[in-house]
């Protein structure tokens, strides 16, 4: 009789997986971003989700979920139904480096949710105001070395990749600066166009505009070539101020532990898609944005992508001496 039941059970819910699948998508979808409106994760979740979202025939609707470098947003992905309806934008941060930097995480990035699909990758750029005394990376080092602790690096909050970025780049360069932490890079950016802090590490897309209006001049690139379309003249930090240094934010869609698989195939393939139109992909190649193989974005690739860069961050955060708790 046991048996039976627990026969029966699974069947169930066999049936019932399949049965939401095969309906899916029958209502707005919610995709939550783990960083104030207005930022790169924000605005690549918001570009990705109008491409899917058409191709679905199913609304996108975007939560800004911020706080804690984007690990306020993921738990709340993590405790969500895996009904389909609730995915979360992941990032390098607190999706790669969260369980490194955090004794205490409420969530595990591999165990805790299933992988969808991979977004293209941006290199950052490294930011200084219009009226900043440093002309080159070199000067801002320099400086650094001379008054330790007295340069301020605004962030997108601890654990965000404007945050690990920088915190890398103090390691190699050997200085010590202050990171001040914001809800993301939308507010971390309007501060350093005010002058209230020095620099910034931000994506090399968003941060586009300000650079091309005159409003933030960017010294070097993480990129290990230039970016001769977008940023003409500006050097990679690799070139001569930080051999081997090269740093880009990747990105992608994860939906909370036991989505049905054919959700997940559902959404890659709109995604695949989505990436099929060329006027598409050449605008965010000519934004720097990085295309990658058609095969990274697939979620089995993804989910290997994930369980590695946990690993890779445990040591980059352990020789950078980087600690949040
Ligand atoms: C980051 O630095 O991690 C992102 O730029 C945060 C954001 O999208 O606001």
Same mark, same amino acid.
């Given at each position: 009789?046991?048996?039976?039941? !627990?026969?029966?059970?699974? #069947?169930?819910?066999?049936? *019932?997986?399949?049965?939401?699948?095969?309906?899916? +998508?029958?209502?707005?979808?919610?995709?939550?971003?783990?960083?104030?409106?207005?930022?790169?994760?924000?605005?690549?979740?918001?570009?990705?989700?109008?491409? @899917?979202?058409? $191709?679905?025939?199913? @609304?996108?609707?975007?939560?800004?979920?911020?706080?804690?470098?984007? /690990?306020?947003?993921?738990?709340?992905? %993590?405790?969500? /139904?895996?009904?389909? &309806?609730?995915? #979360?934008?992941?990032?390098?941060?607190?999706?790669?480096?969260? +369980?490194?930097?955090?004794?205490?995480?409420?969530?595990?990035?591999?165990?805790?949710?299933?992988?969808?699909?991979? =977004?293209?990758? !941006?290199?950052?750029?490294?930011?200084?105001?219009?009226?900043?005394? &440093?002309?080159?990376?070199?000067?801002?080092?320099?400086?650094?070395? %001379?008054?330790?602790?007295?340069?301020? =690096?605004?962030?997108?909050?601890?654990? *965000?990749?404007?945050?690990?970025? %920088?915190?890398?780049?103090?390691?190699?360069?050997?200085?010590? @600066?202050?990171?001040?932490?914001?809800?993301?890079?939308?507010?971390?950016?309007?501060?350093?166009?005010?002058?209230? @802090?020095?620099?910034?590490?931000? $994506?090399?897309?968003?941060?586009?505009?300000?650079?091309?209006?005159?409003?933030?001049?960017?010294?070097?690139? /993480?990129? /290990?070539?230039?970016?001769?379309?977008?940023? +003409?003249?500006?050097?990679?930090?690799?070139?001569?101020?930080?051999?081997?240094?090269?740093?880009?934010?990747?990105?992608? #869609?994860?939906?909370?532990?036991?989505?049905?698989?054919?959700?997940?195939?559902?959404?890659?393939?709109?995604?695949?898609?989505?990436?099929?139109?060329?006027?598409?992909?050449?605008?965010?190649?000519?934004?720097?944005?990085?295309?990658?193989?058609?095969?990274? &974005? %697939?979620?089995?690739? =993804?989910?290997?992508?994930?369980?590695?860069?946990?690993?890779?961050?445990?040591?980059?955060? !352990?020789?950078?001496?980087?600690?949040?708790?």
């Amino acid at each position: 009789m046991k048996c039976l039941k !627990t026969l029966l059970a699974a #069947l169930c819910i066999t049936f *019932s997986a399949g049965a939401l699948a095969q309906a899916w +998508p029958a209502r707005n979808i919610t995709w939550i971003v783990p960083f104030a409106a207005g930022g790169p994760t924000d605005a690549m979740a918001r570009d990705i989700a109008d491409k @899917v979202s058409k $191709q679905m025939g199913q @609304v996108i609707v975007i939560e800004n979920a911020a706080g804690a470098g984007g /690990t306020i947003g993921a738990a709340k992905a %993590a405790r969500a /139904t895996p009904d389909g &309806y609730t995915f #979360l934008v992941g990032h390098m941060g607190y999706m790669g480096a969260g +369980p490194a930097l955090y004794k205490k995480l409420s969530y595990d990035p591999v165990k805790d949710f299933d992988a969808v699909f991979r =977004f293209p990758d !941006t290199p950052l750029v490294l930011l200084v105001g219009k009226s900043s005394p &440093y002309k080159s990376a070199a000067d801002l080092i320099a400086a650094a070395k %001379a008054a330790p602790g007295k340069v301020n =690096f605004s962030n997108a909050g601890l654990g *965000s990749s404007s945050h690990l970025i %920088a915190a890398l780049f103090e390691a190699k360069a050997g200085i010590d @600066v202050t990171q001040v932490a914001y809800k993301g890079a939308a507010p971390a950016i309007n501060d350093l166009i005010a002058g209230q @802090v020095d620099v910034m590490f931000d $994506q090399s897309n968003t941060a586009l505009p300000q650079v091309q209006g005159g409003r933030l001049t960017a010294l070097a690139l /993480t990129s /290990t070539s230039p970016m001769p379309q977008q940023y +003409p003249g500006v050097p990679p930090l690799a070139e001569k101020v930080l051999p081997g240094f090269e740093a880009a934010t990747w990105y992608g #869609l994860y939906a909370p532990k036991g989505v049905p698989r054919e959700v997940v195939q559902k959404m890659h393939q709109a995604y695949l898609k989505a990436l099929g139109d060329k006027e598409w992909t050449r605008r965010m190649g000519s934004q720097g944005i990085l295309l990658l193989p058609d095969a990274s &974005y %697939a979620p089995e690739a =993804f989910a290997k992508h994930t369980a590695s860069e946990v690993e890779r961050w445990r040591k980059v955060v !352990t020789d950078a001496k980087i600690q949040l708790d």
